[in-house]
T-cell receptor, first 113, second 113 residues
């Protein structure tokens, strides 16, 4: 039973560029959430997708956008990258009727130079 | 506005002893609490959870206690093992916040052989 997978593992981008991160949920899960974890801090909620729609959104600017596909996989897009976007980006999946019980992937380490 | 706080950045215990990790929250609308363990270069791993209708939940060596009046929860690990050395995050979810998880800053647990 595959857990949550994310790609790529690491990524280096330049300020102003755009990036797309990908996530495949745990088998059977239909809800995907994205979090940003800065060094030394806990994960911060970005948004959550269910039935291909954004269901909830945290306090992140519109530069952060996402998508969920019919197979429940998801993408996180960040436009106009800033140095402060450097972080570990975590994807978590869950069942929609128990969406608070979330299982995390290994994350994508994004470095913006 | 830090709604979930873990006031101890680090904790060191001897193998075989009890580890107690603490977490405080301010939002009285939180009704579901979770503990995650995180190793370097990995995503958070779900450990144990508790609903606000309970005051204790046990799973093997791990027990979570919830004191709603004090808005405090704790994770007890007995007996502690060197493999338990990791960063531990508490997280909370509630009706008003949907199923998004609000995380504390984490506590680095080191179990010495």
């Amino acid at each position: 039973d595959a857990g949550v997978t994310q790609s790529p593992t690491h990524l280096i981008k330049t300020r102003g560029q755009q990036v797309t991160l990908r996530c495949s949920p745990k088998s059977g899960h239909d809800t995907v959430s994205w979090y940003q974890q800065a060094l030394g801090q806990g994960p911060q909620f970005i948004f959550q997708y269910y039935e291909e729609e954004e269901r909830q959104r945290g306090n992140f600017p519109d530069r952060f956008s996402g998508h969920q596909f019919p197979n429940y996989s998801s993408e996180l897009n960040v436009n106009a990258l800033l140095l402060g976007d450097s972080a570990l980006y975590l994807c978590a999946s869950s069942f929609s009727d128990k969406a608070y019980e979330q299982y995390f992937g290994p994350g994508t380490r994004l470095t913006v130079t | 506005d830090q709604q979930v706080k873990q006031n101890s950045p680090s904790l060191s215990v001897q193998e075989g002893r009890i580890s107690i990790l603490n977490c405080d929250y301010t939002n009285s609308m939180f009704d579901y609490f979770l503990w995650y363990k995180k190793y370097p270069a990995e995503g958070p791993t779900f450990l144990i959870s508790i609903s606000s209708i309970k005051d204790k939940n046990e799973d093997g060596r791990f027990t979570v206690f919830l004191n709603k009046s004090a808005k405090h929860l704790s994770l007890h690990i007995v007996p502690s093992q060197p493999g338990d050395s990791a960063v531990y995050f508490c997280a909370a979810s509630g009706e008003t916040s949907g199923s998004r998880l609000t995380f504390g800053e984490g506590t680095q647990l080191t179990v010495n052989p």
